[in-house]
């Protein structure tokens, strides 16, 4: 059976079966990679599992002298910030992702606009963070001193001020997680059909009611896969945190008050920990990381379910 | 070239001294020495004729001939495109739509449009029909219900759907969406409706009850339809304009277009011989 001479031999098979095999290899490292970090913090965690059980997400005590250690305040503050931080984020991130989907600007402004956004998430963390105690902080405080005065009786609100609060963290965490917010809501409204714009506009719809009755709804799974996303990054987030969020393991319920997170805490802690201090630090990696990968998988799947169902019901 | 057959003093078909319904046959939209261009392109050129009110004009020609063009002046939805312009000026009842004036979402709001490829909005079909209602302020419960069974009733589509109202748009075979969407276009009663080749996505069975539906609704509506079927022209319009590279080649009764037209290019079109 040899092959007619018109069909010349595959010389690039033997490439091609190269090439998949070094992708094969490359996808296996990093699952074995990440399975391997995973293993490492957990085996670390293990002494501070046993020791503290479930004890340790409820306990708010931190005393490594007297080796207690309890990640309540952290795990409030991790949801507060986040959570605050998203809440700003929210409405501004829609906002720019409107602005750069709709036909506001002429296109190359547009385009200059998005960069500009996306470049809000190439600053690194640290330079947010000093940008947050030299310009954040001393603002944080000032007015932070005369909502307490006046609007301390609200639940959150109460005092003393600092500069370096939960707040101020939230503050800067919002700006940190706006380009997620933007870029990937715009995404999801820029995949709207156009012949859904045009029957609302023929209609005699507003710009303002095209949007709010018509883009918006249809885009609201993206915006919500955004947001999970965003609170995600926003957990994970340490380097500008733990320089602005005052580092207090006490338990508070004011935005105004020092507070902390997992991942300042652990950024802050590691270089001084010895024995059991060691695993606690390394029990409340674990969470985190539970944390953030289960947020960033279900906006995943929240994110695949929107595009799935804007491809199929076009 | 110039649209011969047009009677220059009321811009109507020559013949139409009596129009085919036997109606009045008042001059209603008047297009006026109309240019059109997408930046320097000109796509329209020198456009004159007049359409009645109450009839079924069909815009047909070759892909690029203008006749989509034309049709999305009307309710200026070109405006939405960067970089667009006119010259001259189209009139209904007299006024300019162009006028300083008038206001664009009035204007939009008096003429309805159906579009090529349906597009309900993804709500319930409820939502769908009362859509323009909702924009123009009405929340009055019985009046919602009243013209979400009128419009559906008008379209054929009441019998289908008025027992899954609540359900979404989009789970509605491809027919009844484009008869959805017209219910929409005509639920706040507007008086003229656009079509921009409204079949060219449906079998022929929804195209045929669409036509039904397009001679049903020329009692209530100045309908302006474009098309790429010369069958469908013939089947439901009253009055043919014949576009050509952006130009009005001819425009007169349908029946005149199709057995006797004037233009050389016309009846090259219509009978096939290119397009």
């Known amino acids: ?314 | 070239m110039n649209p011969t057959s047009i009677n220059s003093t009321e811009l109507l078909p020559s013949s139409s001294k009596v129009t085919p319904s036997g109606v009045t046959n008042e001059t209603f939209i008047k297009v006026i020495n109309f240019d059109f261009f997408y930046g320097k392109k000109q796509t329209l050129f020198n456009i004159n004729f007049a359409i009645p009110s109450k009839h079924v004009t069909s815009f047909i020609g070759p892909s690029g001939s203008g006749k989509s063009t034309l049709l999305r002046n009307f309710n200026r939805m070109n405006e939405l495109l960067p970089g667009v312009r006119h010259e001259g000026d189209i009139t209904i009842e007299g006024r300019s739509i162009f006028d300083a004036s008038i206001e664009i979402i009035a204007l939009r709001r008096r003429i309805g449009m159906v579009f090529q490829k349906s597009n309900p909005f993804p709500r319930s079909i409820y939502e769908n029909v009362v859509f323009p209602l909702r924009i123009m302020g009405c929340h009055k419960r019985a009046h919602l219900n009243e013209t979400v069974e009128r419009s559906l009733r008008s379209v054929a589509l009441w019998d289908e759907v008025k027992d899954r109202l609540g359900e979404n748009a989009l789970g509605l075979s491809g027919g009844q969406m484009q008869r959805l969407c017209i219910a929409r276009a005509i639920a706040g009663q507007p008086d003229i409706l656009l079509m921009d080749e409204p079949c060219s996505a449906l079998d022929p069975i929804a195209t045929a009850k669409i036509e039904e539906l397009i001679v049903e609704l020329k009692k209530e509506f100045t309908i302006i339809i474009v098309t790429h079927s010369m069958q469908q022209a013939s089947r439901v319009s009253d009055l043919t304009a014949f576009f050509n590279f952006g130009k009005l080649i001819e425009f007169d009764h349908t029946n005149r277009i199709f057995t006797a037209p004037i233009e050389k290019q016309t009846e090259d079109y219509i009978t096939g011989r290119f397009g």
């Open chain 1, 1 to 314: 059976m040899s092959a007619p001479a018109f069909i010349p031999k595959n010389r690039y098979r033997r490439r091609r079966d190269y090439f998949r095999c070094f992708c094969w290899i490359a996808a296996v490292i990093i699952i074995f990679l990440l399975g391997l970090i995973i293993d490492e913090i957990f085996t670390k965690a293990l002494p501070a599992i046993r020791h503290f059980g479930w004890h340790f997400l409820t306990s708010s005590e931190w005393r490594p002298n007297r080796d207690l250690y309890g990640v309540l305040p952290m795990l409030f503050g991790t949801a507060v910030s986040s959570l605050l931080a998203l809440l700003l984020a929210l409405p501004l991130g829609l906002a720019v992702a409107l602005f750069l989907s709709e036909n506001f600007l002429p296109r190359p402004l547009r385009q200059l606009m998005r960069m500009i956004v996306e470049m809000l998430a190439a600053t690194p963390s640290v330079v947010y963070g000093l940008w947050g105690i030299f310009t954040l902080v001393p603002l944080v405080q000032h007015y932070g001193e005369i909502v307490v005065h006046h609007c301390g009786w609200i639940p959150f609100l109460h005092g003393p001020a600092y500069g370096n609060s939960l707040l101020t963290a939230s503050l800067v965490l919002a700006l940190m997680v706006l380009p997620t917010i933007a870029a990937i809501s715009r995404a999801s409204l820029v995949a709207i059909p156009e012949t859904l714009r045009e029957g609302a506009y023929a209609l005699g719809a507003t710009r303002w009611e095209t949007i709010t009755r018509v883009l918006l709804p249809y885009a609201a799974p993206g915006i919500v896969a955004a947001s999970i996303l965003a609170f995600g990054r926003a957990m994970g987030e340490t380097m500008a945190v733990a320089m602005l969020i005052g580092n207090s393991q006490r338990l508070t319920l004011s935005i105004f008050s020092p507070s902390n997170t997992l991942s300042a805490l652990l950024a802050n802690q590691f270089s001084e920990a010895e024995g059991l201090q060691i695993n606690a630090l390394m029990y409340a990696a674990f969470i985190l990381i539970l944390l953030t990968l289960g947020t960033n998988i279900i906006g995943e799947l929240v994110l695949r379910r929107t595009q799935r169902a804007l491809g199929g019901g076009s």
